[in-house]
């Protein structure tokens, strides 16, 4: 495929439309009961779209908006990103929760961020868990949250909080490198990957997240020196201890297989523990030069080698299985020949032998940033039409929330106009569990007074459930809403719906048998 063929063949795809989804309230006790029944009647298909933006802790980029914020004022910022994101018509949020061996939730092992009071190890006060209050609000509304985490950095060059007694470069000061002006965990020592692992672990068990989630932060990319050369990371230590204790790889490979042991420990982790929470790594976005070869100049796409240079061999670990989707970064403009974003999808899409699902990140924050390139909103319309286009793909995800918080660029009004203007569900995950859940049981009742229907319902089977699908028609148009657990009720308040379909999705994406009823024709019986 060329790239002409492969630019136009994204471009083609269009969005389709229906309404914001709505959550029911209480209708008053006095009712009756009207019987159901079954009609012959297929509601439509619901879209399946990874729908995603990073929130960024980290320097506070994205929340909370400054250190040092009540807790009201960071719980009111961050209760308008999520309801943002419902509005725009997402899934899913990537919440940042350990940028530094630093922590954004009550963690027994990192000391408290910055970004959260202004002092590292100094937590909120009035007391709160913003972990614990982005899940549960995250799941008021029918959104996925995926837990953010880098395994390796341990201090910013930026931060400006005095470094806690409780943090590692002062609890284990052996694990941590001074590189450049940042301080990093040695990628090389074990013990590192166990803390890793133990503090993914604390995790998973505490909180009810549904994905954990690593970006592009693996050995540093290189910091240089005065006369401009890139400083070798010190890892000398470690070296030494493998090539003594036998180790017959070059330490370019046995860098990259430090990466990739922790890469299948943490996957292996999380479905051992509760297999129900994805896997995702967000890599930079070309693997290394040459690849695909018809978008390289002289065997180098980028100018940057994140296989030899961040020791990332990001296509084992997809073709490995060692995660559930990856999410290169495909920062660069789809006309931009030397890194065209559709060809680089493409290529990615072509090395996917284990069906995972890929699900791009686009650089959102350049819309209408002077200092990173400027981008028109509609680039970000035309990548998410031209990912669409491409069998395989699984969704997308913003680069940050705050553009679209903004509306830089008008990126939040195209959005709903033109590519969300109907919601999705995030794609399913069968090899994890292909179980669907129950047909819901749905009833019917009518308050005496007012008039008013409401539907209820309450799931069935083994599997459990994680959102409600509930469609409703009018003539031949049907209205999708995707509802959250919590939800098993819902006002009719239009008279001119004839039918109404609920179905449950469970944690693995797989939506189970519908139940459909016909509303006029029960109310004429009656």
């Known amino acids: 495929m060329n790239i002409k063929t492969i630019l136009l063949s994204g471009l083609l795809a269009i969005a389709s439309s229906a309404a914001i989804p709505t959550i029911a309230t209480a209708v008053p006790a006095q009712t009756q009961k009207i019987k159901l029944s079954s009609q012959n009647i297929i509601p439509p298909t619901v879209p399946r779209e990874f729908r995603g933006a990073w929130i ?30 419902v509005a725009l018509k997402l899934n899913a949020v990537v919440f940042q929760i350990r940028p530094a ?37 995250a799941h008021k509304r029918g959104l996925e949250l995926h837990a953010w985490f880098n395994p390796y950095r341990a201090y910013h060059a930026s931060s400006k909080s005095p470094i806690s007694p409780k943090h590692i470069s002062k609890t284990q000061p052996e694990l941590v490198k001074q590189y450049g002006k940042y301080l990093w965990l040695d ?44 400083i070798e990371f010190p890892d000398q230590t470690s070296w030494q201890k493998y090539v003594s204790s036998g180790g017959k790889l070059n ?36 693997w290394k030069p040459g690849n695909p070869p018809q978008i390289s100049n002289n065997n180098n796409s980028t100018g940057f080698n994140p296989y030899e240079q961040l020791y990332a061999d990001s296509r084992k670990w997809l073709q490995q299985g060692w995660l559930d989707y990856l999410s290169p ?31 791009p990140g686009l650089y959102t924050s350049r819309v209408a940033n002077p200092s990173q390139q400027n981008w028109s909103a509609q680039e970000i319309i035309y990548q998410i039409r031209t990912t669409r286009g ?8 913003h680069f940050s929330i705050k553009p679209l918080i903004e509306n830089k660029g008008g990126i939040s009004n195209l959005l709903p106009q033109e590519v969300y203007t109907q919601p999705a569900l995030t794609p399913a995950y069968p090899w994890l569990n292909n179980q669907p859940p129950g047909k819901p049981e749905l009833t019917i009742t009518k308050d005496q ?39 098993t009720s819902y006002l ?35």
Do not use: C
């Open 56 to 85: 960024a802790t980290v320097l506070n980029i994205d929340w909370p908006s400054r250190s040092g914020l009540t807790t009201q004022q960071q719980k009111t910022e961050l209760l308008a990103i999520l309801d943002r994101a």
């Open 101 to 137: 061996a630093d922590a954004l939730y009550n963690s027994p092992y990192d000391p408290w961020s910055e970004s959260i009071t202004g002092q590292m190890g100094k937590p909120p006060t009035p007391f709160y868990d913003p972990l614990e209050f982005a899940v549960t609000e």
């Open 187 to 230: 990628p090389g020592e074990k013990a590192v990957q166990d803390l890793t692992i133990k503090v993914i672990q604390d995790v998973i068990n505490r909180y009810d997240i549904d994905g954990v989630h690593i970006d592009d932060y693996f050995y540093p990319y290189p910091e240089k020196d005065k006369q401009g050369k890139n």
């Open 251 to 286: 330490r370019s490979d046995w860098r990259r297989e430090n990466v990739n042991t922790l890469i299948q420990r943490i996957y292996q982790t999380v479905k051992s523990q509760k297999p129900w929470v994805k896997v995702g790594i967000s890599p930079f976005g070309v």
């Open 329 to 359: 970064q495909l920062y660069w403009r789809i006309e931009q020949t030397a890194q065209s974003y559709p060809v680089l999808l493409n290529w990615w899409l072509t090395q996917n032998n284990q069906n995972r699902l890929i699900i």
């Open 390 to 397: 491409f069998a395989g793909t699984g969704g997308h995800i």
């Open 449 to 487: 007074k007012s008039g008013q229907l409401q539907l209820n319902w309450q799931a069935k089977g083994q599997q459990k459930t994680q959102l409600w699908v509930l469609q409703t028609q009018i003539g031949n148009e049907w209205k999708t809403n995707i509802l959250p657990l919590e939800t």
């Open 492 to 526: 009719l308040t239009n008279p001119q719906i004839q039918n109404v379909a609920i179905s449950a999705v469970s944690r693995y994406g797989i939506q189970g048998e519908i139940t459909v009823m016909g509303v006029k024709e029960n109310l004429i019986k009656k």
